[in-house]
């Protein structure tokens, strides 16, 4: 089990309508995927549930809605400063049931918080406009007012920030929303769900439902009563959820599968490209939607570059995430590590050779050793796959154009980064790269204040920054003749 402060932010049961909600003799456990070790259990719920949370979230709507934006806000910052106050119990939960490294987990804390402390924020800007009427007799003018019920899907990679993501900006503009956090990962959420209980949040306006991802999501993208969902994961299940929408014409946000390129030209700052791929590369162990999955080394850096890169990635250390110093935790489970076995082993047949790593260490477990390939071409599954692993490829180029098509040669758009000390190249590639976020210079690009998300099969809409919020607003205008 997990040893918190706070031992009542462990929950094994849903919040639903203002009340928590266990399932007696329908429990499913949660296992730390370090060591397989069961740190909890939550309800496994189904339909029934899901069809309770969408209509409790609908008798919430009009008070929530009718409260002043102030009043929303006020609720968000208090949410805010729980969740900082209550940073340690979270990542240790985190750690407890996702595995990355502590460090980090409360890295993701933070960058959870942020959203909510944004998004407290945001809810007081939400202004409208007026229209200068085309006639004398006529006034026009354009109000904003909140979706209404809301429905989030949510990954495991990171627990927290993938629900705070969303339902801070949903909060804030006056929608209610149910969240289904992934299998793997229900603790944080549902901890979360505590403090936003603790904070103020009415009964109905967050509510938190754990179990059949499928009987749950079916009944969530089913509703006419849902008039958005925001989903969070894979391309492959993205499409699903979106056509199960389809039939009730719900309003989409989709942060969906990377191929992120890693771009580094013979002119950049080596320190800082090494440092930048150390970032992007092996964060959560390389489990990130915006990971560098490619890295594109130009010829007459791509010996020095391999060589400093190997030497970093020898610094670091596997191990469990509650271990002092570890820097790369487990893959969330065996799949995980079949996958990245997969992209090594095509790899290496196809001509690739392996610098280091290219296993699981001796311990076993969900670990897998950070890997350098060199010598990768775009015929391997690791251009045209998400990893998801703690691999990194290189791949040798002679010239801007040929990069440049190359990295574009993906059904995916989500993250690409390039490194160079040529203002001029800066403006030709970061316009040319197809991506709906471009790093220069840096691996790490993701705040609460910038539009995070995809284009191409990577997604749809933005979460976060001013337009975060807009994804959970319609628009209304409204004509009204004084003649
Ligand atoms: N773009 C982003 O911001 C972003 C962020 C994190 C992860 N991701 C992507 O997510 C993937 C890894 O996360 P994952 O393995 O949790 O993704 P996943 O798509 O397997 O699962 C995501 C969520 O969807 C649920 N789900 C799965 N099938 C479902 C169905 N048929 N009906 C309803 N719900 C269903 C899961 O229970 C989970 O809650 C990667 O592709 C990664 O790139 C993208
Ligand atoms: O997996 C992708 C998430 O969006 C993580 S982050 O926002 O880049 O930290």
Known sequence: MVTLKDSTLLRSDCLIDGKWVAAPGRSTPVTDPATGRIVGQVPDLGAAEAETAIAAAARALPAWSARTAKDRGAIMRRWFDLVVANADDLAALMTAEQG?????????????????????????????????????????????????????????????????????????????????????????????????????????????????????????????????????????????????????????SLELGGNAPFIVFDDADLDAAIAGALASKYRNAGQTCVCANRLYIQAGIYDAFAARLAEAVRAMKIGQGTEPG?????????????????????????????????????????????????????????AREETF???????????????IAMANDTEFGLAAYFYTENVRRVWRVAEALEYGMVGHNTGLISNEVAPFGGVKQSGLGREGSRHGIEEYLEIKYLCSAIG
């Open 100 to 252: 990355k490294p502590l460090a980090e987990a409360k890295g993701e804390v933070i960058y959870a918080a942020s959203f909510l402390e944004w998004f407290a924020e945001e809810a007081k800007r939400i202004y409208g406009e007026t229209i200068p009427a085309p006639t004398a007799d006529k006034r026009l003018l354009v109000i904003k007012q909140p979706v209404g019920v809301c429905a989030a899907i949510t990954p495991w990679n990171f627990p927290a920030a993938m629900i705070t993501r969303k339902a801070a900006p949903a909060l804030a503009a006056g929608c209610t929303m149910i969240v289904k956090p992934a299998e793997q990962t229900p603790l944080t959420a549902l901890a979360l769900a505590v403090l936003a209980e603790r904070a103020g949040v009415p009964a109905g306006v967050l509510q938190v439902v754990t179990g059949d991802a499928r009987a749950i999501g079916g009944v969530l993208t089913g509703s006419d009563v849902v008039r958005k969902l925001s989903f969070t994961g894979s391309t492959e299940v993205g499409r699903i959820l979106m056509s199960q929408c389809a039939p009730t014409i719900k309003k989409l």
């Open 326 to 382: 570890v820097t790369v935790g487990p893959l969330i489970d065996g799949d995980a590590v079949r996958k990245v076995e997969s992209h090594v082993a095509d790899a290496l047949a196809h001509g690739a050779t392996l610098v280091m790593g290219g296993r699981q260490p001796p311990a076993g477990g969900n670990f897998y050793e950070p890997t350098i390939l060199t010598g990768v071409t775009q015929k391997m599954k690791v």
């Open 389 to 403: 692993g703690p691999v990194a490829p290189l791949f040798r180029f002679e010239t801007e154009e040929e990069v």
